[in-house]
């Protein structure tokens, strides 16, 4: 009985040294994260860049998926099939 009494006072201490270590961390993380904030503070014009260059991309992204639908018609397929699913369940429903 005696051993199980101390594997489970080594076990208390692991956990403790590991919450201790969690707290540690958790305040080495909130500043790591104030020095990146900070950081962003000072970068705020790159950092504006960065985002215009998103929205450039995302922009783009828009027009293939439009170009694509009125020249290919890659996209309007899965739309015909989920009308056709959608029409199915209509009549399926008159039927009843």
């Known amino acids: 009985g005696e051993r199980c009494r101390k594997r489970r006072k080594v076990f208390c201490q692991i956990t403790q040294h590991l919450l201790e270590n969690h707290e540690m961390?958790?305040?080495?993380?909130?500043?790591?994260?104030?020095k990146a904030e900070f950081e962003?503070?000072?970068?705020?014009?790159?950092?504006q860049s960065s985002e215009t260059i998103q929205a450039i991309t995302e922009e783009e992204e828009d027009k293939e998926e439009k170009s694509n639908e009125g020249s290919e018609g890659k996209s309007n397929t899965p739309i015909s099939l989920n009308s056709n699913t959608s029409n199915e369940t209509l009549e399926d429903d008159k039927n009843d």
């Open 40 to 47: 962003k503070h000072d970068q705020s014009s790159q950092h």
């Open 25 to 34: 961390w958790k305040k080495v993380i909130e500043e790591e994260q104030r």
